[in-house]
């Protein structure tokens, strides 16, 4: 069975329409890029726990930025125990000692 002509000319005539549109669909000059944005850049959040409550760095350099934090514990019982131990703390060991909890 033959196509008629209108049928071959509506094909061709859809191809050629979809080919310009391709065509004129690209554009000349790309969008300029945005630039990113630090994602939390909006606010200070050196308050919160964990954090050395800093503005600046102490050790601050281009290629290292260094912080050192010192965790220690003083603990005074007025039971006086013989052996310096604290009943009903996990974390406290002893008393009458400083501890050095994390370095």
Do not use: C
Request: a negative charge.
């Amino acid at each position: 069975m033959q196509r008629n002509k209108p049928d071959n000319l509506l094909i061709y005539f859809s191809a050629i329409v979809l080919s310009l549109m391709a065509l004129t669909a690209r554009a000349d000059d790309p969008a300029p890029d945005l630039p990113k944005k630090d994602p939390f850049a909006f606010a200070d959040f050196s308050w919160l726990n964990g954090n050395s409550r800093q503005r600046t760095p102490v050790f601050d350099s281009k290629a290292f930025t260094g912080e050192l934090l010192v965790d220690t514990n003083y603990v005074y019982d007025f039971n006086h125990p013989k052996d310096h131990t604290l009943v009903g703390s996990s974390e406290l060991g002893r008393t009458n000692e400083v501890q050095l909890q994390q370095l």
